[in-house]
């Protein structure tokens, strides 16, 4: 201890309990407005924690009998005769826990069990019903009256019910019309015959053409100049097919809903004109005469039209989209047809009958072409899955799959007129190639013709009779033209004002092509 400007020295040695003793004394005026609480000695911001040990399994009890029972012990208590909680329930059952009580009493239900296994009928074992119970619940007149009013409001507000009425609705309408509209067949020719009294199938003999099946060019040249436009739709037309055999006349379909029947020579006039569908017609294809064609719609159906009188023969409903239609090219099996649909099926038909023969059910996509080969016994279809698949006929299960990672979904084929190659629309810009090796199709990964604008179109390619050119259309109105050989382009031109959807070279002529598009017109080149 230092006093004043002198330096004195004081020795003082304190006892051991004063020097540990807890500093008690308070630093300074004591607040008088805390309570008792805050007053209380504290370790902790909120009070005062210290440690204590308690069992896991009392611990256990008590929360859960808290939790079920509404009352636990006091765990703070001295006595554990003290609770906390619901004290009532707690006096009425004495303190027990959950533990402690006992499990309600009831008479345990009864089964009607059979344990005789010589029994064979009347054994039931362990699984048998219970004495009171009702196997059939069956609820009263007015409670069914109920439910069934919740259940009818609610296929009301649901989206699948109301596709599946207005379906409804239109096929009724469809079986209800169908008499009507199938009966408007407009005659532009006032007289179906000539004077010598032949039918307008038949072939003329004046056009200076050989129209004979055999009848081949044996040099074909490209095209130079538009030579006819045939107009009468009044939308854009789908698809264009020759006569069979001659092609003296050519069948065309669009979006109108309307069928028209086309000369190629003479006056270039519509023969007759087929107005049958509802919605817009995708395909329509010639039986091996031309007597008879299918046309497949929108509207869900598949018709068989007479060509010369213009009548519906038979309708054929799968309640689903045909995408297209093909008839077997066989003569005895001309009355059979394919139709690939929306539902990823090939449904085989007979004409005849009317009836459903097959169902080819592999593919993961909707079927957008059908092409025969291998002397008709076999035929390669094509889908959105991005596979061909090869099928035997009436065999409903595919042979092959093709299924190439650089390969895109194809919705048009067409078969080479020597029958060696196959050609494939596809949906990257390119037309892909197969072969047929052995009467095997096998995929050309190395050979394409590039160059056109197709993605997203079905535009239909078609080969020059000497297998020296291959057509196509294209999404800007475009007609190409490749050399088979060397694959490059050779000419194309400006042929229509929207999509260029279907070109058709002429069977028996040198350079005539015939296109159609969705500008509404089908031209004519020469």
Not at 122 to 131: F, I, L, N, Q, V
Not at 309 to 337: A, E, L, S, W, Y
Request: glycine share 6%; aromatic share 12%.
């Amino acid at each position: 201890m230092f006093c004043c400007n002198k330096l004195t020295l004081v020795s003082y040695l304190s006892i051991y309990e004063r020097v540990v003793k807890p500093f008690t004394f308070k630093a300074g005026p004591s607040n008088p407005f805390k309570s008792d609480n805050q007053k209380a000695q504290k370790n902790t911001l909120t009070g005062f924690v210290e440690p204590a040990h308690i069992n896991d399994f009392h611990f256990t009890r008590e929360l859960r009998s808290f939790d079920t029972l509404g009352y636990a012990r006091n765990p703070t208590a001295e006595r554990s005769n003290e609770f906390i909680g619901n004290k009532e329930a707690a006096i009425g059952s004495q303190g027990e826990s959950l533990f402690d009580s006992k499990k309600t009493g009831g008479e345990k239900r009864k089964r009607q069990a059979n344990f005789d296994a010589s029994d064979l009928e009347g054994y039931t074992g362990p699984w048998a019903k219970y004495c009171d119970e009702k196997t059939i619940a069956k609820p009263d007149p007015e409670l069914q009256k109920e439910m069934d009013e919740i259940v009818r409001k609610r296929q009301a507000n649901s989206r699948r019910f109301k596709r599946k009425q207005q379906q409804q609705e239109n096929d009724n309408a469809e079986e209800t019309s169908h008499l009507i509209v199938e009966s408007l067949i407009y005659f532009a020719v006032k007289e179906a015959q000539d004077y010598q009294g032949r039918s307008f199938l038949v072939p003329p003999a004046f056009t200076g053409v050989n129209l004979r099946a055999d009848a081949v060019p044996e040099k074909c040249f490209i095209p130079k100049k538009q030579i006819h436009v045939y107009k009468g739709h009044t939308k854009g037309v789908n698809c264009v097919q020759w006569f069979p055999k001659s092609a003296h006349l050519f069948l065309s379909c669009s979006m109108d809903t309307k069928i028209k029947l086309w000369e190629v020579y003479g006056k270039h006039q519509v023969v007759r004109t087929y107005a049958g569908h509802r919605l817009p017609v995708r395909e329509v294809a010639f039986n091996n005469e031309g007597t008879e064609f299918l046309s497949a719609s929108f509207d869900r159906y598949v018709k068989l039209w007479d060509t010369e009188t213009g009548q519906v023969k038979q309708r054929f409903h799968t309640g689903h989209i045909p995408f297209c239609v093909k008839f077997h090219p066989d003569d005895d099996k001309n009355h059979m047809f394919l139709a690939g649909m929306q539902n990823k099926k090939i449904v085989q038909w007979d004409s005849r009958t009317g009836e459903i023969v097959q169902e080819y059910d592999r593919h993961l996509g909707p079927v957008n072409s059908i092409t025969f080969f291998d002397k008709n016994r076999r035929f390669a279809s094509t889908s959105d899955d991005k596979s061909i698949r090869i099928w035997e006929w009436e065999i409903p299960v595919d042979t092959k799959l093709i299924q190439n990672v650089g390969l895109h979904s194809i919705p048009t084929m067409n078969k080479s007129p020597n029958e060696k190659w196959v050609v494939g629309q596809s949906m990257d810009n390119r037309i892909v190639l197969f072969q047929l090796i052995d009467e095997k199709l096998r995929f050309a990964k190395k050979k394409a013709f590039r160059g056109h604008n197709s993605a997203g179109y079905a535009c239909v390619t078609d080969f020059s009779p000497d297998m020296s050119f291959l057509i196509s259309g294209d999404a800007d109105g475009k007609l190409f033209i490749w050399d088979w050989r060397t694959h490059k382009i050779v000419a194309r031109w400006k042929a229509h004002d929207n999509t260029c959807i279907s070109a058709r070279w002429h069977p028996h002529e040198k350079s005539k092509i015939l296109t159609a598009g969705w500008d509404s017109v089908i031209k004519m080149w020469a």
